[in-house]
């Protein structure tokens, strides 16, 4: 069964979050804001409102969470908007903190007008709620997500996107399109200026709701790489994810019916839609999607090549326990919450190995027969049998896939038979930075390194 969401999402960050974003997370809760183009309605939660606080009594939904912390900045109450946040989200954010932002934004924007909406884009155990607040000058949306108990366990301001300098929009054009099938999934048509036919890139999404952009905070990474690569004779085509424009039932939710199916799909749009070659459309896959790039190469039987950037080697399940503790260590501290949290991952993993799990039961907050189907496809084997170009990327400040345990699993298994990246700066996005990489450094504002985007355009086969 399909399920549409009607949500309107426009990206962008400059503060904080305490969720994982990116490749694996235990929720599948979107950490991604969208694009402008989106066809859809937004899907609002309350009548707009005005500064007034409404009730004095404590906050008892995700909506209201979201109203209080805004309606509280503007009054002055920044310690009673950080009184709001758990245990975690505290230790990163202080009171004076929020004073900061807030007087940062009234002195670029003006004074506080009213919250102009409320919209609930995922329900709890970790609802995401955007709140759009109107100033003067201009407006800023607010994402913060709401954990079960109502606490704020993730908050991001947002702002617009910076395209990178390495994009020349003069040269290419888009297009919307949407994917044939019982869930319509919007997409975007970068084709170079010219007659073609050019090389073409289907880009395939990380694990989680995300849109076609690949918006984490104010980045678009997949934007980034669509319109490198188009300012480089690429025809890309990247598309919104089922699990962020449809609902996907526990009886569905699989490897093929979460990624496979859609991306092959993407490919089929592109060869009509697009002056390529037939034999030269080539799959990018990103963290998640790069772990199913070989199975959409080995199902399609026509690509041309397939490029894994930060593709997990591992089954996608084995890296949450890791994942956790990176987070719950970043403050020198692992509390028993966090502990417990680690544990449960821990075992989590070890049912999934020995084949402990009921298809029908929820494990690590997803469908045990999603995690099932994982751990049936081997990834690193259906690579090596593939008699394509293989070209496998990898950032070392990667804290969500390993450069040692899954991108020297890959260059062990494929050997000389395919082509390897490791990136000194790079981090999960692929975007630059210096010391420990943090998911607060991942979402603030940055683009995809040209390096990345030079060297999957030159390794595309070129040969008609």
């Known amino acids: 069964m399909v399920v549409r969401h009607s949500t309107t999402r426009r990206a962008v960050v400059a503060a904080v979050a305490a969720a994982l974003s990116g490749c694996a997370s235990s929720d599948e809760s979107p950490s991604t804001e969208t694009t402008a183009n989106r066809s859809s309605t937004p899907s609002t939660t309350g009548e707009n409102t005005t500064t007034e606080q409404e009730s004095t009594d404590p906050p008892e939904s995700p909506d209201e969470v979201a109203r209080a912390f805004v309606t509280r900045l503007n009054e002055g109450e920044f310690q009673g908007a950080a009184d709001l946040f758990d245990d975690a989200l505290s230790r990163q954010v202080s009171a ?24 609930r884009r995922s329900d709890p155990p970790r609802a995401e709620v955007i709140v759009r607040v109107a100033f003067e000058n201009g407006s800023r949306a607010v994402r913060l997500v709401v954990d079960d108990e109502n606490a704020i366990a993730g908050l991001l301001f947002l702002e617009p996107y910076s395209p990178p300098t390495y994009a020349d929009q003069s040269a290419f054009t888009e297009r919307e399109l949407t994917l044939d099938g019982d869930c319509e999934l919007g997409a975007t048509l970068s084709v170079p200026d010219g007659d073609g036919p050019f090389p073409g890139v289907v880009i ?89 790039a070989p199975r959409i190469a080995e199902r399609d039987g026509n690509l041309s090549g397939i490029a894994m950037l930060a593709g997990n080697a591992r089954p996608l399940y084995q890296l949450l326990p890791e994942q956790n503790r990176y987070i719950a260590e970043l403050d020198g501290t692992v509390t028993d919450a966090e502990q417990e949290r680690i544990e449960r991952f821990e075992e ?80 999960h996005l692929f975007m630059p930075g210096e010391g420990q990489s943090t998911p607060v450094k991942q979402i603030q504002t940055g683009n995809v390194a040209e390096s990345v985007v030079d060297d999957v355009a030159a390794w595309l086969p070129s040969d008609t």
């Open 204 to 292: 395939v999404h990380g694990s989680g709701p995300q849109d076609r952009d690949g918006t984490i905070g104010v980045n678009k990474v997949y934007q980034d790489l669509a319109w490198g690569l188009a300012s480089n004779g690429v025809a890309v085509l990247r598309y919104d994810k089922r699990t962020y424009e449809c609902s996907v039932s526990p009886e569905e939710a699989t490897v093929d019916r979460v990624v496979t199916d859609d991306a092959l799909a993407a490919v089929a749009k592109l060869r009509d839609a697009a002056p390529v070659r037939p034999d030269g459309v080539a799959v990018v896959g990103h963290s998640f999607g790069g772990a199913v």
């Open 96 to 119: 004076t903190q929020l004073q900061g932002i807030w007087s940062r934004l009234q002195a670029s924007l003006g004074p506080f007008e009213e919250i102009s909406a409320v919209e």
């Open 348 to 427: 989590a993993v070890r049912r999934l190995d020995e084949g402990e799990v009921d298809p029908e039961e929820t494990i690590a907050g997803q469908p045990a027969r999603f995690w099932l189907s994982v751990k049936e496809y081997d990834q690193v084997e259906t690579a090596a049998g593939l008699d394509i170009p293989r070209l496998v990327c990898q950032g070392k400040r990667d804290w969500q896939v390993s450069p040692d345990a899954d991108f020297e699993r890959w260059r062990s298994a494929l050997g000389d038979e395919a082509t390897y990246r490791l990136y000194d700066r790079l981090n």
